[in-house]
């Protein structure tokens, strides 16, 4: 990630961080505050169009409860590793990811496909970092529920 | 819907009611009372087999437990929202959601993918009332498991 | 199922024991006591791959926490069934079924799939038992949630 893509991210944050405390009032009267958990494992298609629809709900999600109301994590395990791997070369994909990220979405990276498939995250996937990564994916989805978090498959 | 479509409604309702009161009492003991809510995100394929296939899990769900021991809530969004637009002209299919409205189900119809999709929900789509649309579908479901449902994606 | 198969499979359940024993404390400690239900209700593809994808979900949960530490249950209901039609024949499937077993694992069946797609459990479908067979596989997810099991849908 360079410097300036860093810059951008925390714009992103700004802008979307001000989004969100306005317009939201209502729909955050009806939610309340959420927990939920994202699993993805599955491939993106072409031009990762399944991926884009798994993030533009992600981005409904918070935008109807405010994400200041929310705890939002992303599993990705098996082929859903993919995510941030293809986010390196397509701009749309990652300009989201940094989007959702700015707005306290976290994304978590199973070790066990890591290792079985051989993916070095650091050069083979966009912006992951140690505490990014879990033990196993399936593992953290039920850690995950029996911590409150709702389930979500996109 | 006509008035025929109404009539026939009702009687469908009647006739299902009384299937449920005989029948269930082994099954709902062991399955007691349940909340459940049903993610439909996807598209229905060939003569919306996928949907029917998902509706008729919903009504082998209400037999084993007993409509009457149930709530239960399907959420469309996306892709899912298609259900309830073929419904207009695949009368099977729009038979089957009578029915299962007829014991109590709910079909609930995401407003964000109403707006982004430019869908009319009195003309392109069968059945949907004001009190069927909710803000986001991803986060009713959120919603629904933090009052209790548990998730089943069909 | 042979004499010879059910020695092998004794024989696994006493080495994967013993490996669930060691080198699991780690994992164990950040995820406890679990209990999960694993939703398959689909095809398996090629040569099962889909399955044996699924299966090794399943076999990476149990490494993660510990076999000894997890209640984990598969429920198998419409075209899903076919996994344990496809262990018959399947020699890899038949062994992953065998293991996961051998550390806990129950595999339900939906009565209502064997009902309505006139299968025999005894003789179309690997190791199934009366006490495996569920009167709905549907109306079972939400009974297990709601004893407290997470879902993956994998």
């Known amino acids: 990630m360079t410097h300036l893509n860093r810059l951008l991210a925390m714009l992103a944050i700004a802008v979307l961080a001000m989004a969100a405390t306005f317009g939201t009032a209502e729909a955050s009267e009806r939610y309340g505050t959420q927990k939920a958990v994202y699993h993805i494992n599955g491939t993106g298609g072409e031009e990762s169009k399944v991926y884009l629809g798994a993030l533009r709900n992600i ?3 918070l935008n109807a409860v405010g994400a200041e109301n929310m705890e939002l994590r992303v599993v990705l395990h098996g082929n859903g590793v993919n995510l941030l791997g293809e986010a390196l070369a397509n701009e749309t994909l990652q300009a989201r990811v940094v989007e959702l990220k700015g707005q306290g979405v976290v994304f978590n990276v199973c070790n066990n496909t890591l290792v079985g498939r051989d ?3 650091e050069t083979d996937l966009f912006d992951v970092w140690e505490d990014d990564i879990v033990p196993s994916g399936v ?5 995950l529920q029996q911590q409150g978090y709702t389930y979500v498959k996109p």
């Open 119 to 121: 993916i070095n995250p």
């Open 59 to 61: 981005q409904n999600h």
């Open 139 to 143: 593992a953290e989805l039920s850690y």
